[in-house]
């Protein structure tokens, strides 16, 4: 794997989510592999769960991590071709990331959207220009649009305790206090649409995912027969893609309950975390037998060793 930015750039997903598995049942089972092997993670955004696991999957490795806290203790970067730079922006991407390069042999790059300009969001001008200009393997730890080492994890967890060859998994829309990127739902169908399963997302009329990622999953706007034999809930909340960034609905009728996690097939509840009590999910739900968000953060480590596994086999055929 050369880059890991979206599911596009695996090539096998069963042969990478067996090597998670693997790593699992032995995390030091290639501690050599990453020897003086450097792992730069630039972070534009808040992190718990990427930037730990990340960095423990590294040293599972025997590689060595930098971390950067960009926001705070990075120039600003400006990334338009062309710019005139007499403003607040002290560097261009085209020198930063290529400075990074050097330095690095893998970088990772949380970068969240501004949730204002759409085209531009979805443009990815962060993470493309550092593929662009670093000239090293970049890794994807929360882009503006996709989450896809979030994904990789949400999958094998799924793998790991679904009790049917084809379970029904369900994407659903929860109420937020505050406009939320896509990057994880996005990402979600987009892995779920290439995995063997029954994929649903329910959502109030508004907040539709952009179709590049959501096709050909089933789209049902009651949430409640959405959840109906469902084997996995998976709730996250988003902004509208279509009304971009807007927050449409506060509906608490749409948070996750008791109640309707028995209309369920006994349904495992997932969320990527972090999580807002009694907003997204009710802590009856979140405190109970049926919830599995604390296994699906243990996978993200096991995820992330895969994904740098893979990127430092390729890079070493090279
Ligand atoms: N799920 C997830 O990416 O968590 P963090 O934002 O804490 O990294």
Redesign the pocket.
């Known amino acids: 794997m050369k880059n890991f930015v979206s599911v596009d750039d695996v090539e096998d997903m069963a042969a990478l989510l067996h090597m998670a598995n693997q790593y699992k049942n032995d995390p030091y089972a290639t501690p050599q592999i990453g020897n003086n092997k450097i792992l730069g993670l630039i972070f534009f955004n808040p ?5 730990l696991s990340t960095q423990k999957a590294a040293l599972n490795l025997g590689m060595h991590v930098m971390i950067m806290n960009f926001d705070k203790d990075g120039w600003a970067l400006e990334t338009e071709e062309g710019a005139i730079m007499n403003g607040n922006k002290a560097e261009h991407i085209k020198e930063g990331a290529a400075v990074m390069g050097q330095y690095c042999d893998i970088i990772g790059i949380r970068s969240f959207p501004n949730l204002e300009d759409r085209d531009l969001d979805y443009k990815e001008v962060t993470i493309n220009g550092f593929i662009k200009y670093a000239g090293v393997p970049i890794v994807n730890l ?1 882009s503006a649009v996709l ?1 896809p080492l ?1 994904s990789l994890a949400d999958l094998m967890t799924i793998e790991e305790l679904k009790k049917k060859a084809r379970p029904k998994v369900v994407l659903t829309w929860a109420p937020h206090v505050k406009a939320l990127p896509q990057s994880v739902p996005n990402s979600f169908a987009q892995w779920m649409n290439r995995a063997d399963v029954d994929f649903v997302i329910t959502h109030p009329a508004g907040y539709e995912l952009a179709p590049q990622f959501s096709q050909p999953a089933t789209i049902e706007y009651d949430q409640q027969k959405a959840f109906e034999d469902a084997d996995f809930i998976y709730a996250k909340n988003w902004s509208s893609y279509e009304n971009y960034g807007k927050i449409l609905s506060k509906d608490p009728s749409w948070m996750i309950t008791n109640d309707k996690m028995k209309l369920t097939n006994h349904a495992h509840f997932m969320h ?3 999580v807002r009590r009694n907003v997204v999910v009710h802590d009856e739900v979140l405190d109970g037998a049926q919830s599995i968000v604390i296994q699906q953060a243990a996978n993200r480590l096991y995820a992330a060793q895969a994904v740098l596994k893979s990127i430092l086999d390729s890079s070493t055929q090279l």
């Open positions: 992190s718990l769960r990427t930037r929360e989450h979030q990527c975390l972090p």
